[in-house]
Structure formats: C-alpha cells, structure tokens
C-alpha cells in the first residue's frame, strides 16, 4: 500500500512516501479500515523533531511518551483517522465490515471505566496510524458516524476536539463563565471557542491580525490580538468581566500574564506550548491568587463518545482548512507548520482524491460558514 513512514527524528527528509509498504491485517479484537482522510497535528511534527525534552533537559530529543517511548522506526503517524471498515479480525462481527468510521486515536492501558490517562498513547505513536491507504485498529476505537458531513470534514475533529474537551473537563468550565484561548486560530483553539459555547460558556480568543472575523465567526466573543502590548490591560478592556478560565496552547513569553489575567481561584489548562515550554512562573502569583494549574493530553472514552455525540446531533461543525494528496506529504507539512490557516489541514491518500479531497483542495475562505 502507499503510505508515509516517519523514518527518524529530523527533518521533513525523514518523512518518506512509499507504495511498497506492507498492508496490515486486522488482529483479534481489530478492525482493517480503507482510509478515505486523516487531519494533521502539532504532535505530528514535534515526535518527528523528537521536541518533547525530558524532566532533566528541556532540549534533549526526545518523543511524546518521555523516558517510555514506545516509538518504533519506521512508524507511520496520523492520528486522525476517517474511513470504512473492509475487513475485521476474530471476534469482531462481520456485519460492521462497510461503517464509515472516525477513529479515536487514543490507546487505552486501562480497563473500560478507568479513565486515568496516567499512560495513554495514541495510533500514530504507539502503532501505525492514517497517513495510510489502510490501517488496522481495535474495533472499540472506531466509532460509525452518520452525521452528514463530508469525510475530510469529519477527519478533522479528533485529535483537536478530543484535546479541547478534555482541557475543559480538567478545568471544570461553566455555564456563564469567561474563557480565554490562546492560539485560538489553530486545531485545538477553533475547537476550544465552540466547545466552549456548547457549553454556554463565553470564549475571547488570542491570536494575530487578520483572523479577527474568522474567529468571530466560529464562536469567540472577541478577540485581542497576540502581540498588540499590555496583554493584561486588552484582556480587561475587551472581556465583559473577569477571566475564569485559560485554556493556553501557546505558553511561552505569555505565560505570566495569563496567570495575571485570570481571577482568584481562577483555573489554567494547557495541553501545548508552541510559543515556547520553558516558563517564567513566579509562585506567589499563582498562590496568592488561589489558582488551579493544570496539564492535559488526550481525553478520555467519555469524552470521545461525548464528542461523538456533539457531531452526531450537529452541535460542532468541521473547520476545514484545506486537503492535500497522501503523495504531497512534504507540502502539507511545511504549510502545517506555516500557521497561515484557521482551523484543519487534512490529508487524502492519492486513490480517493477525486471523491474526498478535490473539493476541498483549495484555500477555504477563513471563517466561512458554509466551509465544510
């Protein structure tokens, strides 16, 4: 089959296409999906770049799963898998051999209930992902969706919701409550701003000039742009009244002031830092202030079927960005990287690009409410 192999930490030339690599065969308990889209991710690019640090030393190579990597080479990535069932192992029943399915991503070391995520990985990491024309999974991962909603759409909830709900979780948002988003043009950003409304929460977003109406459109209250000076004094100007909530995915220089921003007893949750992970953090503001920080990757079962839930009942809607053929890797990542974009870049193996990607391959108007 042609597929995508992560072949070492490094750059883009470590990513190699390949029409030779092996199709897999379900297992007992799995299911072999055609992949039909798959949605890219930072996660992506920072377990290529082995950006992950260690406990010790925040620049050392390392992968998502520090000093527990189960990380092979070669590997193929790809965590947000949308496809149709053509095949299954023992013990799963034949009749769901055609579902279309979205596939949470997550690999579970913990008996359905447990929902620590003390030692989560992920499809992609652990085991072979989308960026695929097939990959097997466990059938419980893959999930039917019936929702009307084009196939490269529905590829770009996964990882992103999956994260943004499990932030909102961690920090308990309420109905009523002040949300700020950093990063808020992004994956998980986008998908913060209407979670969080689906909650009857109010989101302000942070992000740079020019997506201010795109991020209006998706859900945001209002916007303060990255960057504009007194990041503390816009906040206060804009937000009709105090910052309950940060769900921060930029860190970095940012950091201090969005722990000034929030009020006593406010609560932080971060699942990312692309604005950098090593922190100024002065402890009396986050002691005397009575504050909750907390760290977030992933979510768990509930969550996902709660997602699932969200899609199916159009609650949530796909922020497609635009599409690239499986054999374009290489570009779709360098524009992934650029951050030019609002929402998701979505990836099609080249046999369904006609049907799945080709509508979609274009720039989609940023915003745009009738964009899939």
Known sequence: ??????????????????HDVPTPSPSAGEVLIDVHACGMNNTDVWVREGAYGSDTDPSEVSTWRRGRSTLEFPRIQGADIVGRIVAVGP????????????VDFSIYHRPEGDDSLADIDYIGHGRDGGYAEYVAVPAENAYEITADIPDAGLATFCCAYLTAEQMLVRARLAEGERVLVTGASGGVGSAILQLAR???AIPYAVSSPGKEDALRAIGAED???????????????????????????????????????LRPEG??????AIGGPVVDLDLRTMYLKQLELHGSSQGTRTAFRRLVQY????????????????????????????????????????????????PFAHDRAAGDPDAP
């Not at 089959?1 to 390949?18: I, N």
């Not at 503390?232 to 722990?259: K, Q, T, W």
């Not at 599409?323 to 030019?340: I, N, P, V, W, Y």
């Open 223 to 261: 916007v303060i742009l990255r960057g504009s000076g007194d990041l503390v004094g816009e906040v206060e100007r804009v937000a009709d009244g105090p910052i309950d909530v940060v769900a921060d995915l930029v860190a970095g220089p940012l950091f201090n002031d969005l722990l000034r921003i």
């Open 1 to 18: 089959m042609a597929a995508v192999r992560l072949m070492g930490h490094g750059g883009l030339d470590q990513l190699e296409f390949s």
């Open 311 to 358: 899609i199916q009942e159009g609650r949530i809607r796909p922020l497609l960005d635009r599409t690239f053929r499986l054999s374009d890797f290489h570009e779709a990542q360098r524009t992934f990287m650029g951050k030019t974009y609002i929402g998701k870049l979505v990836v099609v193996p080249d046999r369904h690009w006609d049907e799945v990607g080709a």
């Open 198 to 200: 689906v909650r009857g």
């Open 91 to 102: 013990g799963v029943d034949a009749s769901r051999i055609g579902e279309r399915v979205m």
């Open 267 to 272: 609560r932080y949750t971060t699942a990312g």
